[in-house]
């Protein structure tokens, strides 16, 4: 009989095996996340009155294909999805283990909606809700 197995959710995993004659547990083994493909805002930013910071800093995560976070160290830049709006603070972060924690980004204009926009070169953007 020919079987396949597929495993592409991170984490510590066991694979139990069992037939005629045969009952076997293989020890614990660890998937990890696989190539950064993807952005995706975890906490999504609150909007705030001009020159003040945002009432809820964005972060921001990278993930693989298959929707495990990335082990990816890098920039992620936060910019405004409308061109006339811009930022103030530090717009551009480290991410560090795939998370992106940005802290006193506030934004210089009035308006609405506040979209944000999350990029790194190479990985798919994220728009904020």
Known sequence: TNCSLSVDIA????VDATGVNITHQTTAFIIT?????????????SPSCPGA????QPVVQVYDISGNLADFTGP???????????????????AVAGVAVFEGVGVN?????????????????????
């Open 11 to 14: 984490g510590s995993k066991f």
């Open 33 to 45: 996340g696989g190539a950064p493909v993807y952005l995706q805002f975890t906490t999504q930013p």
């Open 53 to 56: 910071p945002l009432t809820v």
């Open 76 to 94: 992620v830049t936060l910019a405004m999805a409308d061109p006339n709006m811009s930022l103030t603070g530090t717009t551009t972060v480290t």
């Open 109 to 129: 204009a009035s308006g609405f909606p506040q979209q944000f926009i999350a990029t790194s070169f190479g990985l798919t953007q994220a728009l904020s809700n």
